[in-house]
C-alpha cells in the first residue's frame, strides 16, 4: 500500500500545495492527513464536488499554482459543470488534479448505490475529455504516474485525474478532532425520535449512517421498513425527496432526518422548502459536525445555526435540542407545529463497530414504501 505521506510529499515536489474537496471513504487516510497537516488556507473541506473545483480554480487565478481536488466518484456528478464550463481548456483552461475515490469498482464488491457510478467512473472522465490513470499502490510507479499526469495537466492547462481504487492507500487517523461536548448519540437521538411516531408517519433519511441506524432500530424493534425511504446515496438530496413526498401526501406527516454534511451540501434546498407552505413537513438535523461515514473529517456544522438559516429562510418554528430530555420535549412540539419546521440535534460522532446496512435492496424498499404512501 501507498503512503499518504509519501503521496503528499510526492504532490507537494511537484507544486501542489492547495486541497480541497468532500472526504470519501476510500480517500479517508489521504484526507485524514492533509486535515492534519495542511494550514486552513490551503485546505478547505467544501459543502460539493463542484465548489472545491470552483475553489481550486480561484487558488489558480491568484497564483500560477494547480490544485488537488478530491472527492467520491459519486462527487463526479457535482463536479461536471465547473469542470466543463470553467475549468475545459474550450473555455478557461484551469489545471488542476482530481483525485477520485472509485466506489462500485467493478472489481470489488460494494453497495448497491455505487454500482453505477463504478461502473461509468472512468467512461465519464473519457466523456469529459479528462486524462486519468489509476494510482499505483507503491510509491516508484505512483510518482511515475503524477509526472504523467502533472506533464499533461500543465502541457494544455486542463484538468487531469488520479482514480484510487480500495486500500491503495496505507491506513492514517485522523488526529485533529474538536472535544466532543455532546451527551446524546446520533443513535440514541434517532431511537428517540422512532418511538415518537405514529404508524402512518413517513420518515426519509439521508445516506450514510443515519440510514443504517435508523434501520438497525427497525430491525430491533421487529417493525416492517415500509415506512421509511432510505436515501442510500444522493446525498444532500433527502430534503427535497421529503417535501416532494409532502406535498402529494398532506394528510400525511414526513420527516427528513437529515446530517450535517448533507444538510450543508444542498444547503439551497432550505430556501425552497422554507418558501412554500407545508404543514406537515418535519426537518430534522443530527448534527456532529463531522463527515462520521467517510471517516469522521469536520464540517463546519456547529459553526452555523441551521436553525436561523432555515428561519430566515421561511420555515414557521425552530428548535435546539442538547440532550435526551430535550429531544423528548421537543419532539411532540415539533408534531404538532405548522411546517415547515425544523430541529437541530447536536450529537456525538461516531458510530458501532458492528453497525449493519440494511438487507433489503433498494428496489425493495422503494416498492414497500411505495404501496405503505398508498
Known amino acids: 500500500m501507498l503512503s499518504v505521506s509519501d503521496f503528499y510529499a510526492t504532490c507537494l515536489r511537484k507544486g501542489i500545495d492547495f486541497f480541497a474537496g468532500v472526504p470519501d471513504s476510500l480517500l479517508k487516510d489521504f484526507c485524514a492527513y492533509i486535515t492534519d497537516h495542511v494550514p486552513d ?9 463542484g465548489g472545491a473545483v470552483a475553489l481550486a ?17 459519486s462527487g463526479q456528478g457535482n463536479a461536471v459543470n465547473p469542470l466543463v464550463s ?15 475515490g472509485w466506489r462500485g469498482d467493478p472489481e470489488s464488491k460494494d453497495e448497491p448505490q455505487h454500482l453505477k457510478q463504478g461502473k461509468i467512473t472512468t467512461k465519464l472522465l473519457d466523456t469529459l475529455d479528462i486524462p486519468y490513470k489509476i494510482l499505483p499502490d507503491n510509491l516508484e510507479d505512483a510518482d ?26 496505507e491506513p492514517y487517523k485522523l488526529k485533529k478532532t474538536d472535544k466532543d461536548t455532546s451527551s446524546i448519540s446520533r443513535e440514541s437521538a434517532i431511537k428517540i425520535f422512532v418511538d415518537s411516531l405514529f404508524p402512518t408517519d413517513v420518515v426519509v433519511s439521508t445516506t450514510g449512517m443515519i440510514s443504517r441506524e435508523l434501520y438497525e432500530y427497525r430491525e430491533v424493534l421487529d417493525r416492517n421498513h415500509c415506512r421509511d425511504f432510505l436515501t442510500v446515496g444522493s446525498m444532500g438530496h433527502a430534503s427535497q425527496i421529503a417535501m416532494g413526498i409532502a406535498l402529494s401526501k398532506p394528510d400525511r406527516q414526513v420527516f427528513c432526518l437529515d446530517g450535517d454534511g448533507a444538510a450543508i451540501m444542498h444547503l ?25 461515514s467517510v471517516g469522521g473529517q ?17 420555515y414557521r418554528s425552530t428548535w435546539i435540542a442538547h440532550t435526551k430530555e430535550e429531544l423528548k420535549n421537543l419532539l411532540p412540539i415539533l408534531y404538532s407545529s405548522q411546517g415547515p419546521s425544523i430541529l437541530e440535534v447536536l450529537v456525538q ?12 435492496t433498494p428496489q425493495e424498499n422503494k416498492s414497500a414504501f411505495m404501496d405503505f404512501l398508498k
Request: aromatic fraction near 6%.
Open 86 to 100: 470553467l475549468a475545459d481548456p474550450d473555455v478557461y483552461g484551469i489545471p488542476l488534479l482530481l483525485l477520485i
Open 349 to 360: 460522532k461516531g458510530a458501532r463497530k458492528d453497525l449493519g446496512r440494511p438487507k433489503k
Open 298 to 314: 469536520p464540517t463546519v456544522g456547529k459553526d452555523i445555526s441551521f436553525t436561523k438559516i432555515a428561519a430566515a429562510c421561511g
Open 41 to 49: 488556507n490551503r485546505h478547505v473541506i467544501t459543502a460539493n464536488e
Open 268 to 292: 439551497g434546498s432550505v430556501a425552497i422548502t422554507g418558501s412554500r407552505n407545508i404543514p406537515n413537513y418535519k426537518h430534522i438535523i443530527l448534527n456532529n459536525s463531522a463527515h462520521d
Open 57 to 73: 480554480a480561484g487558488h489558480y487565478l491568484a497564483t500560477g499554482r494547480a490544485g488537488l481536488v478530491y472527492m467520491q466518484n
Open 144 to 169: 511515475s504516474c503524477l509526472d504523467e499526469m502533472f506533464s499533461l495537466m500543465l502541457k494544455y492547462s486542463r484538468p487531469v485525474a488520479i482514480v484510487v481504487r480500495k486500500g491503495t492507500f
